[in-house]
T-cell receptor, first 115, second 113 residues
Framework: NAGVTQTPKFQVLKTGQSMTLQCAQD?????MYWYRQDPGMGLRLIYYSASEGTTDKGEVPNGYNVSRLNKREFSLRLESAAPSQTSVYFC??????????????FGPGTRLTVL | KQEVTQIPAALSVPEGENLVLNCSFTDSAIYNLQWFRQDPGKGLTSLLLIQSSQREQTSGRLNASLDKSSGRSTLYIAASQPGDSATYLCAVNRGSTLGRLYFGRGTQLTVWP
């Protein structure tokens, strides 16, 4: 049971390049989330997927797209990277059964630098 | 919009002290509140989750309280140890978007021997 895994762990991009951050969970969770964490800031929600087949914007969605590929996987894509997207990206998941909310489980993060 | 504030931003104490970390939130209509620990270069680990109907939760040397009406939570750490050094994050779940969390900026704790 690996929990929430993220790839890659580190990435350096040039302005204008594109890339996809991968996230997978093996806990049979329904809901998944992408957050970004900037120095001195709390985590901010980029996009989330309440259940397989649905995605919605969070607080800071501009410049990103997401895909909920199946129940296990939720990817985040930067179509044209900008220096303002330099950050640490965290993926999280939660059971969210509708009757109760478990704690969110977080991946180890992807540290992205855009030059 | 839910705003979450944590005080102090940083704390440095000698080993053995009892500590109180504070968290306040602007909208009292929350579903639950969580305290997380984040080690440098690592992800977040959930420490305690308090449902909106509860007043406190305890786990070992950690005790978290919740006063929903005043929009406050405290994390109490007893007999602090150097291994407690980390950033502690408070997050509230409003419940309007299932599971969505609103985070404070964290308290960076250093416990020195």
């Amino acid at each position: 049971n690996a929990g929430v895994t993220q790839t890659p762990k580190f990435q350096v991009l040039k302005t204008g390049q594109s890339m996809t951050l991968q996230c997978a969970q093996d806990m049979n969770h329904n809901s998944m989330y992408w957050y970004r964490q900037d120095p001195g800031m709390g985590l901010r929600l980029i996009y989330y997927s309440a259940s397989e087949g649905t995605t919605d914007k969070g607080e800071v969605p501009n410049g990103y797209n997401v895909s909920r590929l199946n129940k296990r996987e939720f990817s985040l894509r930067l179509e044209s990277a900008a220096p303002s997207q330099t950050s640490v990206y965290f993926c999280a998941s939660i059971m969210a059964s509708g009757r109760t909310l478990d704690t969110q489980y977080f991946g180890p993060g992807t540290r992205l630098t855009v030059l | 919009k839910q705003e979450v504030t944590q005080i102090p931003a940083a704390l440095s104490v000698p080993e053995g002290e009892n500590l109180v970390l504070n968290c306040s939130f602007t909208d009292s209509a929350i579903y639950n509140l969580q305290w997380f620990r984040q080690d440098p270069g690592k992800g977040l680990t959930s420490l305690l989750l308090i449902q909106s109907s509860q007043r406190e939760q305890t786990s070992g040397r950690l005790n978290a309280s919740l006063d929903k009406s005043s929009g406050r939570s405290t994390l109490y750490i007893a007999a602090s140890q150097p291994g407690d050094s980390a950033t502690y994050l408070c997050a509230v779940n409003r419940g309007s978007t299932l599971g969505r969390l609103y985070f404070g900026r964290g308290t960076q704790l250093t416990v020195w021997p």
